[in-house]
T-cell receptor, first 113, second 112 residues
Framework: DAGVIQSPRHEVTEMGQEVTLRCKPISGHNSLFWYRQTMMRGLELLIYFNNNVPIDDSGMPEDRFSAKMPNASFSTLKIQPSEPRDSAVYFC???????????FGPGTRLTVL | AQSVSQHNHHVILSEAASLELGCNYSYGGTVNLFWYVQYPGQHLQLLLKYFSGDPLVKGIKGFEAEFIKSKFSFNLRKPSVQWSDTAEYFCAVQGGSYIPTFGRGTSLIVHP
């Protein structure tokens, strides 16, 4: 199995630009999580999908952030417009269901100038 | 609501020293507990987990953790660390919400 796949691995953009991060979960996993990791705040859960439906988006910082999961094999996290404080590593993780081990992707390192 | 506290933010050890990283959680019901490791520049990966049964859990690379319910703790241990254990270690608890809550992490540096 290829594991959780994320793209791009690195993204450098200018303030105000739209950023789209992509995630392909492990086949057969029905839960998907988006996290943000920074030195200041550690690992923060942004949103959680179960069977493609957003269950908990209370961690999404503000309206500039949106996430979709149009099917079981693909999810996007979009930031529009991006700001320098959005600079972080964004991880996607998937699992076989609630309460089970999460498998993390390699992350996308986002830098907003 | 569930929460996790990792007491040690930074730990520096020499090779062959023993390691214990503290993890305490707050949740009144049944919990699943995890330790994840993040090697420099890499993603998080599972080190070990406790769902039920023997409270002493053995994981990969010689790590183990003990669930002490009365103390709400799930400390990570390794009798003799190696330089390759240099990494960030995260404790996570999953209770009634079914969404794991992660601690802030402990940065471990092992000097050769």
């Amino acid at each position: 199995d290829a594991g959780v796949i994320q793209s791009p691995r690195h993204e450098v953009t200018e303030m105000g630009q739209e950023v789209t991060l992509r995630c392909k979960p492990i086949s057969g996993h029905n839960s998907l999580f988006w996290y943000r990791q920074t030195m200041m705040r550690g690992l923060e859960l942004l949103i959680y999908f179960n069977n493609n439906v957003p269950i908990d988006d209370s961690g999404m910082p503000e309206d500039r952030f949106s996430a979709k999961m149009p099917n079981a094999s693909f999810s996007t996290l979009k930031i529009q417009p991006s700001e320098p404080r959005d600079s972080a590593v964004y991880f996607c993780a998937s699992s076989t269901g609630q309460g089970n081990t999460q498998y993390f992707g390699p992350g996308t390192r986002l830098t907003v100038l | 609501a569930q929460s996790v506290s990792q007491h040690n933010h930074h730990v520096i050890l020499s090779e062959a020293a023993s390691l214990e990283l503290g993890c305490n959680y707050s949740y009144g019901g049944t919990v699943n507990l995890f330790w994840y490791v993040q090697y420099p520049g890499q993603h998080l990966q599972l080190l070990l987990k406790y769902f039920s049964g023997d409270p002493l859990v053995k994981g990969i690379k010689g790590f183990e953790a003990e669930f002490i319910k009365s103390k709400f703790s799930f400390n990570l241990r390794k009798p003799s660390v190696q330089w390759s254990d240099t990494a960030e270690y995260f404790c996570a608890v999953q209770g009634g919400s079914y969404i794991p809550t992660f601690g802030r992490g402990t940065s471990l540096i092992v000097h050769p």
